[in-house]
């Protein structure tokens, strides 16, 4: 079995579109590699798989070896340098990796990326991910395929990606409850939750199958589908790790604190009617969409529009300003910085809450805590 040397696996499950799955997979998967964890992302979100394009490696291509496919390398376990200062006084964004808000206090002393200092070089995890994305011609290409087809598909990347020893491996699903959720539930269950060697320390023998990670967002059209997923956990007999509320608030470019936009806390409530743990709220960031589209590494005290940056007041950054008080046309361009895009991540405002909810997620797999729900008919 190619999962052999994968001791935790995670589903990412959500039962409406568009709540941000991949991106919160991606996110994860960056925080659980810098807390040391050697991870892999499997993409089966058949139709619309998008984790190569976030992970910036839709160039690269699987390669063969003998029994199956190699999964592409993201980044291998190295040694980071310290993380650069950040540019925002404010050391996190109001919502905290619990869901609670907590106004911070203003600093003048640099920060580093996680609201604390950072001296030291960093142990990172490697980082593997596999996907139908990297089997097709292009990024428009269509898949049109039946309920059989799908799931033949889901049941060779089960079974034919060789992962090297891998703690945790993150499956990126497609929305609803459908042919992919059923394949992939079934084989889990049937081939591949068996106990593991007992570790050092004399823990009883965990399951591979760890749980699920909900995603929702806080509307209440969210949360009514959404609740559907966790009633499909309820009656497959997968576990629940928590409930994390995407899109809960927004982060001002120009400061770096969140404000909530699309309400917020629906998240919360069905997790507590769940009986299920919520491992927070994480705000829009639109730095996160600048790193992961153009290469950009998070920089917060102005903002960017088309390229061009811009500071606080609407002065673009760095312009001359004639005697008339007209500014220069010769804006600056922001460009791609090279380097890893887990050492870029580190600069992101989202990337301490995302640290707090992989302590939640690694401390919830270790505990052995994940919930079995019953599932709940909303009146």
Request: proline share 7%; net charge negative.
């Amino acid at each position: 079995m190619s999962l052999d040397n994968v001791k935790n696996i995670v589903l990412i499950l959500s039962g409406k579109g568009g709540v941000g799955k991949s991106s919160i997979t991606t996110q994860l998967a960056l925080s659980l590699s810098l807390a040391g964890h050697s991870v892999g992302i499997l993409d089966v979100d058949l139709t619309g798989p998008s984790i190569p394009r976030l992970l910036g490696i839709e160039a690269c291509k699987v390669k063969q070896a003998p029994g199956g496919w190699l999964p592409v390398e993201v980044h291998p376990s190295q040694i980071l340098l310290p993380a650069p200062p950040t540019t925002y006084s404010s050391p996190a964004p109001a919502t905290t990796a619990n869901g609670t808000s907590k106004d911070a206090e203003p600093s003048d002393a640099p920060l580093s990326t996680n609201g604390h200092a950072e001296h030291h070089p960093t142990q990172i995890g490697s980082l593997h991910a596999m996907s139908l994305a990297f089997l097709l011609a292009s990024r428009s290409s269509a898949i049109v395929w039946r309920g059989p087809k799908k799931t033949a598909m889901v049941r060779q990347f089960l079974t034919s990606v060789l992962w090297g020893p891998t703690d945790y491996l993150l499956i990126d699903t497609p929305p609803g409850t459908s042919d992919e959720h059923i394949s992939l539930v079934e084989t889990l269950l049937k081939d591949v939750v068996t106990p593991l060697p007992s570790n050092t320390n004399g823990a009883a023998p965990r399951p591979q199958l760890a749980g699920a990670v909900i995603v929702t967002t806080p509307q209440a059209v969210a949360i009514s589908d959404v609740r559907k997923e966790l009633n499909f956990c309820g009656k497959t007999g997968v576990k629940v790790l928590g409930v994390v509320e995407n899109m809960s608030g927004y982060v001002c470019e120009c400061c770096g604190v969140a404000t909530n936009l699309f309400s917020k806390g629906g998240g919360e409530v069905m997790a507590r009617d769940f009986g299920v743990g919520f491992f927070g709220g994480v705000p829009l960031d639109s730095q996160w969409g600048l790193l992961v589209e153009e290469g950009m590494r998070p920089k917060y005290g102005g903002v960017v529009k088309d390229g061009v940056e811009e500071d606080a007041d609407g002065s673009v950054a760095g312009e001359e300003v004639d005697d008339y008080g007209e500014a220069e046309i010769n804006a600056p361009q922001r460009e791609k910085e090279e380097g890893l895009l887990v050492d870029k991540y580190r600069s992101c405002s989202l990337s301490p809450i995302f640290e707090g909810i992989a302590k939640q997620v690694v401390d919830t797999v270790r505990s052995g805590t994940a919930v079995s729900v019953r599932p709940v008919v909303s009146s």
